[in-house]
């Protein structure tokens, strides 16, 4: 196995992609399927087999009389049965299929899957279902199968149940009864597992697939029996409500939600025992799968069930609406010194940059004052940002030259288009390398696009990537003071206390010591400041609410907004009966612990993403229909946990992840992977989220093209660590690829300005040789190295060493690189033999 020259892993092949086209590159196992299937097509005629109709009407390749050593895509006709009258096929626990004449016939495998597939995934390539199904096969091998597998169940069932050429489709005569669940049309809620009993072996995609519409079918029969309990608890038949409650815990059996309803249905039954049972047994199912307590509403109902109490049922009970000033309240409370200090730097032209513990109120205190002095241009860095080089430049250029109307010069145009592909002159291609132009070009580019702009705020700095940075003060550091005519307008960065990179530290610390920018820490607000914010939402809490979260909150402004949205969901429970959780990461847990399930796993799937996510691609990574996410969509907005497309702060983003379980999290880190690779997104993305997703291997090859990127951006060290971290990914896999990634890193480090870093991987290059081909590569770097920094003698010697291990090999062109090395280095010697001859005979010291 080795590393082909567009960084596949040669000899290695890749799994199918679970939810759309395949991968070029993949953890080790096929070569790409192509969508077409191309055959060589003989002279003559169409022989029978070249006739010959699949089973189940779809269609395959068959020869047609063309030129010779030609390919042409070629079809069957189809001409098989189609089925008459409704096929039956149940997947939701053991599978059953039913003829149009009641007659049962046998339904497993492989066939059982392919059909639950299309019935729940819609027409399918047939390229995609060939490596699904037989991930481990070569792509002419899976394909095989897949023909084979149709002919054997058309001659099985007598029909065609699939149909279709090269995408694939069920007959419209076949019924399946978790299709039915997912549209809306089933007769009750069945139960049973999603092809109960496969466990798909090591098929990591099918296995994938398998846990996201599990998940989905179970949230979707929760939600019908969840809108019956509540009508059945509105009518006061709280036994059938009971009863129709505890199915809701079958499909989510953490569902505090539902288990609440069984509680209060049961002691509303009289049940008091049951219904305390139910609690016990929510929190030891909460304690060891989450290590977490029930939410305080459930704590609440709880105590009262213990007590006796008067419990509210649904129709008592309403949680109140988050109203909008919850979201962004109408005034700023308690900033009056921090906003004195801006004033100051203002007036004297500084670099403003505020800063404090997430949820502070950073990012309002700074868009507040700058909407106060003009027009404002707000761009933002984003959580995986540091990734890839120039992620953060890319987006704030193409917002800030949407909102101007400049336009840029042709040269500046050629030169970002390989940044920004769309502003590629007409009729050109973006070039494939950045040049050396490429800060003068982003300097022009910006300075233009903020002409009439007085203030420039860019938010959670702390995310930007160091090229950005980098390309960015550039810019800067020659524009003190700020603000005046004819220069840069006002700057004020928002980035998170101690979390900023140390390259982008480095540059605040040496602008404040030389008088160029002004530090403005946020500290908590004071109990007063709090008491004024909660006031100044215009909801009704009671005073001894007020006073403890002014109390517990720490002054932190959003842990008080979240907890404030967290009491009106909950119906807004008096001081003491529902405690407000100490931190602000476990408000927003509860919160969320409140949203629809569908809502639930778009905010997760959000979460993963990280950045550029909307419904759309929410939906492709979850496999559900776009309509259901932009359904839960809405409910997430109306939460206010999303807005628009991002989260509402990035600490809900955090509190999102951090209480999806390991399991969903890795599954949507590898849905994620499929999806970004599909539309042709930033390799550092798709490897970082293989490696998060648990799949190293299909993450090599991302790290390869992440690294070439990174080189095409003229960022050498970062081309170099994406290299190195697969070389030691491929170390641990014991591939022999690994020599050839560590040799990308070394030529990489060729490029920095450090020589010792060159040489310790070029050193490291030296011990990891096992082959003379390794050896003689190793000490090709070597020479190269020596002929960089003008020690012509040294490198020679290298050269000359490297072809001694090579001897007799037949190595071509790795002996022509050596020998061109080699006469480099003899004729820089006799230039530098010249020059010292010359001096002398002149007389001139040397």
Known sequence: MGIGENGAVRGALPRAAQFGQMLEVGRGRRARVSSTPWVHAAVGGTTPWQRHTLCGGTAGPFLAPHLPGTFRPLWYAENTVKPEGEWQLSVLGGARLVGPDGRELRCEGKSRTLLAYLALQGPTPRSRLAGLLWPERTEAAARNNLVQLLRR?????????????????????????????????????????????ETCGNNVDLTDWLMVQRERLDAARALTLGNAVRRL????????????????????????????????????????????????????????????????????????????????????????SVPLSVLRPPRLTGRGREWETLEEAWRAGQFMIVSGEAGMGKTRLAADFAESKGRVLTLEARPGDRLAPYSTTARSLRRALSLSSAELPLGVRRTLSWLLPELAPEGETPPSRADASLHEALQYAFALSLQGVDAYLFDDMQYADDASIEAGFVLIDAMFPLGQPGGLPHFIAVH??????????????????????????????????????????????????????ARISGGNALFVLESVKSLLEAGGAPAGRSPVPPRVGEVIALRLARLPKMALQAARAAGVLQQEFGPELVAEVLGAPVLEVVAAWDELEAAQIMRGERFHHDLVQEAVLAHTPATVRRLLHRSAARAL?????????????????????????????????????????????????????????????????????????????????????????????????????????????????????RSEDAARRGLAALGDLNEPQLRARLLSVLKGSVESTDRSVRRVTHRNDAGQPD
Request: with cysteine; hydrophobic share 45%.
């Open 153 to 197: 169940m058309g001659r099985a069932f007598g029909a065609s149940l699939v149909v279709g050429q090269d995408l694939l489709r069920l007959s419209e005569g076949v019924s399946v009864d978790a299709q039915q669940v997912l549209e809306g049309r089933a007769k009750g809620v069945p139960g049973g597992t999603l092809l109960d009993g």
């Open 677 to 793: 690779a599909r539309h042709g997104l930033t390799p550092a993305r798709i490897a970082q989220h293989w490696l998060d997703g648990g799949e190293n291997g299909e993450a090599v090859p991302w790290l390869l093209r992440a690294g070439e990127a990174a080189g095409a951006a003229l960022r050498h060290t970062e081309a170099a660590e994406f290299f190195e971290r697969a070389a030691q990914l491929l170390d641990g896999a014991g591939s022999n690829a690994a020599f050839g990634a560590w040799e990308q890193g070394a030529r990489s480090r060729a490029h920095t300005l450090g020589r010792a870093a060159h040489q310790n991987a070029v050193n490291a290059l030296h011990e990891r040789a096992r082959t003379p081909q390794e050896t003689a590569r190793a000490w090709q770097a070597q020479a190269e190295l020596f002929a960089g920094v003008a020690e012509g003698g």
């Open 496 to 549: 998170r206390q101690d979390e900023l990179p140390a390259y982008t530290a480095q540059i605040f610390t040496r602008l404040v010591d030389a008088g160029h920018a002004r530090r403005v820490a946020l500290s908590p607000l004071p109990g007063v400041a709090v008491t004024a914010l909660v006031n100044s939402l215009g909801v009704s809490l009671s005073p001894e609410r007020v006073e403890q979260l």
């Open 233 to 320: 608890e509105e009518e006061g038949a709280f036994p059938q409500a009971a009863v129709l409650a505890r199915r809701v815990l079958d499909f989510d059996r953490l569902s505090e939600d539902a288990h609440r309803t069984v509680m209060r249905t049961l002691y509303l039954c009289g049940e008091r025992a049951q219904a305390l049972d139910v609690y016990r047994q929510l929190c030891a199912a909460l304690g060891r799968d989450l290590r977490a307590q029930p939410m305080p509403e459930t704590q609440e109902l709880a105590r009262l069930i213990e007590q006796g109490g008067k419990v509210p049922d649904l129709r008592a009970r309403r949680a109140a």
